[in-house]
């Protein structure tokens, strides 16, 4: 059976709610929208598991608090418990003069739904030259 509306919604608030939690330091909740397993290649490194994950939006968050993460166009499509994302990203930092651009791509995902929640089960950021 095709996704529903109610699970685009899901996947959508998914995307949604990663940007608000890597950016505002909370790495152990952000670890938790992966699945235990789970994959986010990012920079060109693979990083494994949920540790990993948590370890890397830890370090994000300390090196630039001030930056945000915006994803766009978000599309899904799948069937049953698994389904395909893909989104535009733009990151920038927010200062007293305004919004400044450091970087955009496009991610790639593999979503599973795990006792009824979606989850990343692999997500591959590629980033514009």
Known sequence: MPLSSSDITEIQQLYGVYGHLIDG???KAFSELFV???VLT???K???GTEEIRQFAERVHQR???TRHAMIN?????????AQGRA???VY???PEGPVLRASGCYADALQRIDGSWKFAKRDCTMDA
Do not use: F
């Open 64 to 66: 630039a608090p001030e």
């Open 36 to 38: 235990e397993d789970g």
């Open 46 to 48: 693979a990083l494994v």
């Open 93 to 95: 930092s927010a200062s």
């Open 74 to 82: 978000i599309y899904a499509e799948g069937e049953g418990d698994s």
């Open 42 to 44: 990012s920079g060109g």
């Open 25 to 27: 330091g909370d790495a």
């Open 88 to 90: 535009y990203l733009l």
